[in-house]
Nanobody
């Protein structure tokens, strides 16, 4: 059974930083395409960043230069380092696995507010 468990969300002021983590089980992590998506209230779910098994990354234009996705093949997690956070980054953030994506975590809430 595939499980993706996100952590690291919370409340942060504009301009602040957060690091999200995703622990995966039930998949061959080292060969999996991984990603982070988000869904803000009243909006459609959107891709934030993806990383291939080889470490190639892609980012949504809205987060380029502020967010960094990374993975640790030895320890399993996928990370999303979020800097210079803006109120419009407020959303539930989901970890994903596979190209579909095929698997989704339950999400972690990120709220950017003063």
């Amino acid at each position: 059974q595939v499980q993706l468990v996100e952590s690291g969300g919370g409340l942060v002021q504009p301009g602040g930083s957060l690091r999200l983590s995703c622990a995966a089980s039930g998949i061959v992590f080292s060969t999996c395409h991984m990603g982070w998506y988000r869904q803000a209230p009243g909006k459609q779910r959107e891709v934030v960043a993806t990383i291939t098994q080889y470490g190639s990354t892609n980012y949504a234009n809205s987060v380029k230069g502020r967010f960094t996705i990374s993975r640790d093949h030895a320890k399993n997690p996928v990370y999303l380092q979020m800097n210079s956070l803006k109120p419009e980054d407020t959303a539930v953030y989901y970890c994903t696995a596979g190209f579909g994506p095929d698997y989704w975590g339950r999400g972690t809430q990120v709220t950017v507010s003063s």
